[in-house]
Protein backbone atom coordinates (compact mmCIF):
# COMPACT_ATOMS: atom_id res chain seq x y z
CA UNK A 1 0.00 0.00 0.00
CA UNK A 2 1.27 3.31 -1.18
CA UNK A 3 1.71 5.70 1.40
CA UNK A 4 1.22 9.48 1.73
CA UNK A 5 3.37 11.19 -1.27
CA UNK A 6 4.51 14.96 -1.44
CA UNK A 7 5.95 16.92 -3.89
CA UNK A 8 8.39 17.71 -4.24
CA UNK A 9 10.96 16.89 -1.37
CA UNK A 10 12.41 20.55 -1.90
CA UNK A 11 11.52 23.88 -3.11
CA UNK A 12 14.01 26.75 -3.20
CA UNK A 13 12.35 30.11 -4.64
CA UNK A 14 12.52 33.78 -4.12
CA UNK A 15 10.40 35.95 -1.72
CA UNK A 16 7.51 37.14 -3.52
CA UNK A 17 7.25 33.99 -5.96
CA UNK A 18 4.07 31.37 -6.02
CA UNK A 19 5.46 27.77 -5.09
CA UNK A 20 2.84 25.04 -4.96
CA UNK A 21 2.91 21.99 -3.03
CA UNK A 22 1.18 18.87 -3.44
CA UNK A 23 -0.26 15.67 -1.49
CA UNK A 24 -1.23 11.94 -2.22
CA UNK A 25 -3.04 10.88 0.97
CA UNK A 26 -3.61 7.10 0.91
CA UNK A 27 -6.10 5.62 -1.11
CA UNK A 28 -9.61 5.99 0.64
CA UNK A 29 -8.62 8.14 3.17
CA UNK A 30 -10.94 10.84 3.45
CA UNK A 31 -9.02 13.01 6.03
CA UNK A 32 -6.15 15.02 4.60
CA UNK A 33 -4.07 17.37 7.06
CA UNK A 34 -1.59 19.76 5.98
CA UNK A 35 1.05 20.81 9.06
CA UNK A 36 4.02 22.96 8.96
CA UNK A 37 7.05 22.97 10.85
CA UNK A 38 9.19 26.19 10.61
CA UNK A 39 13.00 26.38 12.02
CA UNK A 40 13.74 25.71 15.48
CA UNK A 41 9.80 25.39 16.32
CA UNK A 42 7.42 22.77 16.93
CA UNK A 43 5.21 21.02 14.48
CA UNK A 44 2.16 23.23 13.78
CA UNK A 45 -1.55 22.66 12.05
CA UNK A 46 -2.73 24.04 9.28
CA UNK A 47 -6.01 22.88 8.26
CA UNK A 48 -8.21 19.95 7.64
CA UNK A 49 -9.96 18.56 5.02
CA UNK A 50 -13.00 15.96 5.06
CA UNK A 51 -12.98 14.69 1.44
CA UNK A 52 -13.16 18.31 -0.70
CA UNK A 53 -14.00 20.27 2.34
CA UNK A 54 -12.14 22.52 4.84
CA UNK A 55 -13.31 21.21 7.82
CA UNK A 56 -10.78 23.17 9.68
CA UNK A 57 -8.44 25.65 8.63
CA UNK A 58 -7.95 27.58 12.15
CA UNK A 59 -3.86 27.13 11.28
CA UNK A 60 -2.93 29.49 8.11
CA UNK A 61 -1.11 31.89 8.90
CA UNK A 62 -2.75 34.22 6.43
CA UNK A 63 -4.67 34.29 3.14
CA UNK A 64 -1.20 34.30 1.25
CA UNK A 65 -1.79 30.35 1.95
CA UNK A 66 -4.35 28.81 -0.42
CA UNK A 67 -5.53 24.91 0.07
CA UNK A 68 -8.07 22.97 -2.27
CA UNK A 69 -8.59 19.72 -3.06
CA UNK A 70 -10.63 19.26 -5.52
CA UNK A 71 -12.29 15.91 -5.91
CA UNK A 72 -11.46 14.74 -1.93
CA UNK A 73 -8.16 13.15 -3.55
CA UNK A 74 -4.79 15.04 -4.14
CA UNK A 75 -4.56 18.11 -2.13
CA UNK A 76 -2.13 21.49 -3.52
CA UNK A 77 -1.37 24.18 -0.98
CA UNK A 78 -0.35 27.62 -2.88
CA UNK A 79 2.14 30.23 -1.02
CA UNK A 80 1.30 33.33 -3.38
CA UNK A 81 3.65 36.12 -2.64
CA UNK A 82 5.84 33.53 -0.61
CA UNK A 83 7.99 35.71 2.33
CA UNK A 84 10.98 34.41 3.91
CA UNK A 85 9.26 33.52 7.08
CA UNK A 86 7.34 31.01 5.29
CA UNK A 87 10.73 29.00 5.03
CA UNK A 88 10.31 25.03 6.73
CA UNK A 89 9.07 21.71 6.36
CA UNK A 90 5.27 21.24 5.13
CA UNK A 91 3.32 17.79 5.98
CA UNK A 92 0.45 16.71 4.96
CA UNK A 93 -0.75 13.33 6.84
CA UNK A 94 -3.99 11.37 6.23
CA UNK A 95 -6.37 9.02 7.91
CA UNK A 96 -9.30 6.75 7.28
CA UNK A 97 -12.19 8.35 9.28
CA UNK A 98 -10.80 10.94 11.09
CA UNK A 99 -11.49 9.99 14.17
CA UNK A 100 -9.48 11.31 17.38
CA UNK A 101 -8.34 7.44 18.21
CA UNK A 102 -7.09 6.64 14.71
CA UNK A 103 -3.32 6.63 13.86
CA UNK A 104 -2.46 9.68 11.53
CA UNK A 105 0.21 8.95 8.42
CA UNK A 106 2.38 11.28 7.28
CA UNK A 107 4.29 11.93 4.26
CA UNK A 108 7.94 13.10 4.28
CA UNK A 109 7.27 16.35 3.83
CA UNK A 110 8.26 19.27 1.51
CA UNK A 111 11.22 21.83 2.74
CA UNK A 112 10.52 25.05 1.25
CA UNK A 113 13.28 27.64 1.10
CA UNK A 114 12.28 31.44 0.19
CA UNK A 115 15.03 33.24 -0.12
CA UNK B 1 -4.10 27.68 24.76
CA UNK B 2 -2.14 23.94 24.67
CA UNK B 3 1.37 23.85 24.51
CA UNK B 4 3.46 20.40 24.46
CA UNK B 5 7.18 20.54 26.15
CA UNK B 6 9.28 17.74 25.68
CA UNK B 7 12.77 16.97 27.80
CA UNK B 8 15.34 16.59 27.37
CA UNK B 9 15.98 18.49 23.71
CA UNK B 10 18.95 15.60 23.11
CA UNK B 11 19.61 12.64 24.61
CA UNK B 12 22.66 10.08 23.68
CA UNK B 13 23.33 6.70 25.43
CA UNK B 14 24.82 3.68 24.67
CA UNK B 15 23.47 0.50 23.32
CA UNK B 16 21.83 -1.06 25.42
CA UNK B 17 20.82 0.60 27.57
CA UNK B 18 16.92 1.50 28.93
CA UNK B 19 15.96 4.94 28.51
CA UNK B 20 12.85 7.04 29.38
CA UNK B 21 11.65 10.18 26.90
CA UNK B 22 9.38 12.55 28.71
CA UNK B 23 6.34 14.73 27.57
CA UNK B 24 4.22 17.17 29.50
CA UNK B 25 1.33 19.51 28.27
CA UNK B 26 -0.38 22.42 29.70
CA UNK B 27 -3.98 21.55 29.34
CA UNK B 28 -5.13 18.04 30.62
CA UNK B 29 -8.49 17.88 28.54
CA UNK B 30 -6.97 16.00 25.73
CA UNK B 31 -8.13 12.95 23.22
CA UNK B 32 -5.58 11.03 22.69
CA UNK B 33 -1.71 11.01 22.40
CA UNK B 34 0.69 9.95 20.32
CA UNK B 35 4.44 9.32 20.43
CA UNK B 36 5.79 9.69 16.67
CA UNK B 37 9.37 8.49 15.41
CA UNK B 38 11.10 10.99 12.71
CA UNK B 39 14.15 9.80 10.77
CA UNK B 40 15.85 12.28 8.96
CA UNK B 41 14.32 13.60 5.68
CA UNK B 42 11.94 11.04 6.35
CA UNK B 43 8.15 11.79 7.50
CA UNK B 44 6.69 10.77 11.28
CA UNK B 45 5.59 7.52 12.03
CA UNK B 46 3.09 6.96 14.62
CA UNK B 47 4.44 4.12 17.12
CA UNK B 48 1.84 4.59 19.94
CA UNK B 49 -1.38 6.11 20.64
CA UNK B 50 -2.99 6.08 23.83
CA UNK B 51 -6.29 7.31 24.12
CA UNK B 52 -7.35 9.69 27.31
CA UNK B 53 -8.88 6.61 28.99
CA UNK B 54 -5.91 4.53 28.67
CA UNK B 55 -2.61 4.45 31.09
CA UNK B 56 -0.42 2.63 28.64
CA UNK B 57 0.05 1.47 25.47
CA UNK B 58 2.85 -0.99 24.72
CA UNK B 59 4.18 -2.40 21.31
CA UNK B 60 7.60 -4.90 21.28
CA UNK B 61 10.58 -2.38 22.84
CA UNK B 62 8.34 0.43 23.82
CA UNK B 63 5.95 1.50 26.64
CA UNK B 64 4.19 4.72 26.65
CA UNK B 65 2.39 5.96 29.64
CA UNK B 66 -0.23 8.76 29.86
CA UNK B 67 -1.29 10.61 33.53
CA UNK B 68 -3.65 12.58 31.77
CA UNK B 69 -4.12 14.48 35.22
CA UNK B 70 -1.00 15.51 35.93
CA UNK B 71 -0.53 16.55 32.17
CA UNK B 72 2.49 13.79 31.27
CA UNK B 73 3.30 11.10 29.31
CA UNK B 74 6.44 9.28 29.43
CA UNK B 75 8.03 6.84 26.65
CA UNK B 76 10.01 4.13 27.78
CA UNK B 77 12.51 2.10 24.93
CA UNK B 78 14.05 -0.72 26.18
CA UNK B 79 17.02 -2.30 25.48
CA UNK B 80 17.96 0.49 23.00
CA UNK B 81 19.64 -0.05 19.52
CA UNK B 82 21.05 1.75 17.05
CA UNK B 83 18.60 1.63 14.93
CA UNK B 84 16.17 3.55 17.31
CA UNK B 85 18.08 6.97 16.80
CA UNK B 86 15.87 9.12 15.53
CA UNK B 87 13.92 12.33 16.73
CA UNK B 88 10.80 11.49 18.95
CA UNK B 89 7.48 13.32 18.86
CA UNK B 90 4.61 13.67 21.04
CA UNK B 91 1.45 15.11 19.79
CA UNK B 92 -1.64 15.45 21.93
CA UNK B 93 -5.25 15.94 20.61
CA UNK B 94 -8.25 18.05 22.15
CA UNK B 95 -11.44 16.27 21.84
CA UNK B 96 -13.02 19.24 20.02
CA UNK B 97 -10.90 18.10 16.46
CA UNK B 98 -8.26 16.97 14.92
CA UNK B 99 -5.49 19.24 15.26
CA UNK B 100 -2.79 17.72 17.01
CA UNK B 101 -0.18 19.53 19.54
CA UNK B 102 3.14 18.91 19.38
CA UNK B 103 6.38 19.14 20.94
CA UNK B 104 9.35 19.85 19.36
CA UNK B 105 11.28 16.46 19.61
CA UNK B 106 13.70 14.81 21.75
CA UNK B 107 17.17 13.88 19.02
CA UNK B 108 17.77 10.60 20.30
CA UNK B 109 21.16 8.94 19.83
CA UNK B 110 21.88 5.48 20.85
CA UNK B 111 26.10 4.60 20.14
CA UNK B 112 27.25 1.08 19.37
Known amino acids: EAGVTQFPSHSVIEKGQTVTLRCDPISGHDNLYWYRRVMGKEIKFLLH????????ESGMPNNRFLAERTGGTYSTLKVQPAELEDSGVYFC?????????????FGSGTQLSVL | KQEVTQIPAALSVPEGENLVLNCSFT??????LQWFRQDPGKGLTSLLLIQSSQREQTSGRLNASLDKSSGRSTLYIAASQPGDSATYLCAVTAGTGNQFYFGTGTSLTVIP
Open chain 2, 27 to 32: DSAIYN
Open chain 1, 93 to 105: ASSHMGQANEKLF
Open chain 1, 49 to 56: FVKESKQD
